[in-house]
T-cell receptor
Framework: DTEVTQTPKHLVMGMTNKKSLKCEQH?????MYWYKQKAKKPPELMFV???????INESVPSRFSPECPNSSLLNLHLHALQPEDSALYLC?????????????FGSGTRLTVV | RKEVEQDPGPFNVPEGATVAFNCTYS??????FFWYRQDCRKEPKLLMS???SGNEDGRFTAQLNRASQYISLLIRDSKLSDSATYLC?????????????FGTGTRLKVLA
C-alpha cells in the first residue's frame, strides 16, 4: 500500500459547524503533514507530526486543531472557520521527518466555508 | 525575499521543444531538493529528487548549483502530457527540525 488516503474529498461547512478531515497511510511512515493550498498558490505547511508528536505548528489559528491518534492516522479538526479558509487541504507522509526521500501526498480535501 | 522562488510562467511551448525552469532558494543550509509536478486540481506528485552531481530520468534532467543556490529542471522533447505546474521543493532545517518549503510553481503548457 503506497497511498495516503484522505476523506472526505469535498466538504462544505458553515462558519458555526465543527467538522474533521481524516488522513490515513499504511506505509509505516512516522512523519505526517497537513498543508493548505489556495488556488494558483503553492502548498503551505500547517502542521508536522513526527512519531505521533506535534513537531511543527506554523502559527496556524486555533480554529484548526490537529490530532494524531496513532502512527497511521492524522486528523484535522475544524471549528468556527472563515470563508477565507476555503482551500484544498493536503495530507502527506514521509518515512521520517528528516528522511529526504520525498513526500507522498493524499489527493486532498476541497473545503468550502460558507 | 521568498525562501524558494520560481518564475510563475506560463511557459507555452510546442510539442517536441526543450524547456528549462529555474528555482532559487535563500537558505544556504538547505539539505535536499526536489521537483514535484501538480496537475490542475490534483495533489503534487514527486517528479524527481535533485542530487549535487545532477541527475537524469528519461527526458528530465535536474541540476543543483549550491554556490549560486539554484536548481534547474530541463524537459526534452516535450509531450502534451507534460502540461502541469512544476514545483521546486527545498528541505530546510529550521529551529532544529526539518521542513519542506514549496516554491511558487511554474506553469507549463505544451501545445500541439
Amino acid at each position: 500500500d503506497t497511498e495516503v488516503t484522505q476523506t472526505p474529498k469535498h466538504l462544505v461547512m458553515g462558519m458555526t459547524n465543527k467538522k474533521s478531515l481524516k488522513c490515513e497511510q499504511h506505509m509505516g511512515h512516522r512523519a505526517m503533514y497537513w498543508y493548505k493550498q489556495k488556488a494558483k498558490k503553492p502548498p503551505e505547511l500547517m502542521f508536522v507530526y513526527s512519531y505521533e508528536k506535534l513537531s511543527i505548528n506554523e502559527s496556524v489559528p486555533s480554529r484548526f486543531s490537529p490530532e494524531c491518534p496513532n502512527s497511521s492516522l492524522l486528523n484535522l479538526h475544524l471549528h468556527a472557520l472563515q470563508p477565507e479558509d476555503s482551500a484544498l487541504y493536503l495530507c502527506a507522509s514521509s518515512p521520517t521527518q528528516d528522511r529526504a526521500d520525498g513526500y507522498t501526498f493524499g489527493s486532498g480535501t476541497r473545503l468550502t466555508v460558507v | 525575499r521568498k525562501e524558494v522562488e520560481q518564475d510563475p510562467g506560463p511557459f507555452n511551448v510546442p510539442e517536441g521543444a526543450t524547456v528549462a525552469f529555474n528555482c532559487t532558494y535563500s537558505n544556504s543550509a538547505s539539505q535536499s531538493f526536489f521537483w514535484y509536478r501538480q496537475d490542475c486540481r490534483k495533489e503534487p506528485k514527486l517528479l524527481m529528487s535533485v542530487y549535487s552531481s545532477g541527475n537524469e530520468d528519461g527526458r528530465f534532467t535536474a541540476q543543483l548549483n549550491r554556490a549560486s543556490q539554484y536548481i534547474s529542471l530541463l524537459i526534452r522533447d516535450s509531450k502534451l502530457s507534460d502540461s502541469a505546474t512544476y514545483l521546486c521543493v527545498v528541505n530546510i532545517i529550521a529551529s532544529g527540525t526539518y521542513k519542506y518549503i514549496f516554491g511558487t510553481g511554474t506553469r507549463l503548457k505544451v501545445l500541439a
